[in-house]
């Protein structure tokens, strides 16, 4: 090794001087424990985005290493929760004294959670797309988490349409007769003829994001998937036996919703919990009747918060 080596972060200036909003490294992949309320901490593997702003304009950069480390820290010694969180952005402005002042960590993951089948009994793996975010101004700490519900909607259109169908076409087999053979309508109601069209339905994601003043008692992120799929009424299932499907085919009848129907629940559902002091929401329904899809977006509506 040399016995000196250049240090360009602390000896060089920078070309154009001026201060920067955020510095530091993203896609940084390493395993971690997370500890989410009400669960046992758990390994997850995250793709995580360190940064600090650089307060000094003429300083050439920041110390990347040093995130790095302290991230490294905390993968293979802690565990994240709220106090950790807090720790490592306080490591990273004190590491970078006189040049950073505020400090901002993001963890993407997959939260995987063992879901019920609706009748059978039978059980399996949902993954949920999870990112906590962490920042740190002015001493204060400010939470974000964010998920990735997946659901199934019938568009209530294509319901209404389909049933109107299907009494034209109950018209068209019953109406010359005066009284109608029971057991030859049931027969027929089991036919493709019987229900001459079915209503179409979509996979969609429900992304919402929460702000958090702490997460001193875990990240609340079971509770929150829990709320928004109680919220939707069909979620996507795992693991699925026929009674499960038949089961997810009668519930989805009966949970017609356009994507603002959907938005709209969620917005209910997320106003009801004080601990949400925040929140962002988008609907995405993945049309299966366009090649585009259905949106809706609304935040919770705080002043300087979130916008749609
Ligand atoms: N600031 C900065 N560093 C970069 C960038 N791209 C790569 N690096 C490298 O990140 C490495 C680590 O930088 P430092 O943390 O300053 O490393 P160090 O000087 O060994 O560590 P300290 O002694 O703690 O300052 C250096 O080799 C940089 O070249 C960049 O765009 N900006």
Known sequence: MPSIMPDIANHASAQTEGTLDWVGMDNIELPLM??????????????????????????????????????????????????????????????????????????????????????????????????????????????????QVPYSSTCPCSAALARQLIQDAFEAKFSGQGSIDRAEMHAWLGTTEGVVATPHSQRSIADVKIKLDNANLGFPLRQLIDQIEDALQTPVQAAVKRVDEQEFAR????????????????????????????????????ESLHAHDAVSITAKGVKGGYHA
């Open 34 to 147: 997370v500890e989410v309320r009400g669960e046992a901490p758990r390994q997850v593997s995250a793709h995580v985005g360190a940064f600090v702003n650089l307060t000094r304009p003429k300083a050439k950069g920041i110390h990347m290493s040093r995130l790095y480390l302290l991230l490294d820290t905390l993968s293979t010694e802690g565990t994240l929760n709220s106090q950790a969180l807090m720790t490592l952005l306080d490591n990273f402005i004190t590491s970078h004294d006189e040049l950073s002042d505020h400090a901002k960590v993001s963890f993407t993951f997959d939260y995987h959670m063992r879901r019920k089948s609706l009748i059978s009994g039978k059980q399996g793996w949902k993954a949920y797309p999870v990112t906590l975010t962490g920042e740190l101004k002015q001493g204060e700490l400010s939470i974000e988490m964010g998920v």
């Open 251 to 286: 519930l989805n009848g009966q949970n017609l919703m356009f994507c603002e129907d959907a938005a709209r629940r969620l917005k209910h559902l997320l106003n009801q919990h004080a601990e949400y002091k925040d929140f962002l929401l988008r609907v995405n329904h993945y």
